[in-house]
């Protein structure tokens, strides 16, 4: 169950379908938190963010007559949101990192260390791992966040993106290095206790 109860949904949906200022406030207010958090690891600011979470509320309920019902109400909106973060990152012309890709496939298989290891990074306060993804270039943290946190294969990101699969790989496999060496110090910490 989502948020709201199945009837209360209906009702907010029909109510935002007809322009109505009090329903689309109640959504807009249930949703903000969750959806600010999103968007902030996109954006380089919380004014950013708060811009990305404006702008796709704006399309959310300019789209309102898209949804069918098909799926969750609030996935629907995630996911405008989403894409909204998306357009606002390629309207910012940044440019992804390109690395040779015989690197991406050498980096694929982890090895025993990098398991062991990995039980030590789960120690860590998540927190801590997010303030960390917000200190990675754009390119990387898009990536990062599209593939590890929204579940999007490198196929359907490099489409998003407007870059090859190959680049898609490479900028997350870069991510995830940057992510290690960010941590380190944390994880060089867990270890000794």
Known sequence: MGIWHSHEELQLIEGCKNGSPIAQKEVFNALYRRLLGVCMRYAEDDDEAKDILQNGFIKVFKSIENYKGDGSFEGWIKR???NTAIDNYRRKKVKPVIVDTDMTDRVGGKLADEVEEDSIYQQIPISKV?????KLSPAYRTVFNLYVLEG??????AEMLNISVGTS????SKARLNLR???????DKISQE
Do not use: A, G, T
């Open 130 to 134: 997010l303030d960390s993804v917000q």
């Open 181 to 187: 060496k960010m941590l380190k110090p944390l994880v």
């Open 80 to 82: 405008i949101v989403i």
């Open 152 to 157: 999007y294969n490198h196929n359907e990101i």
């Open 169 to 172: 790989k490479s900028n997350l």
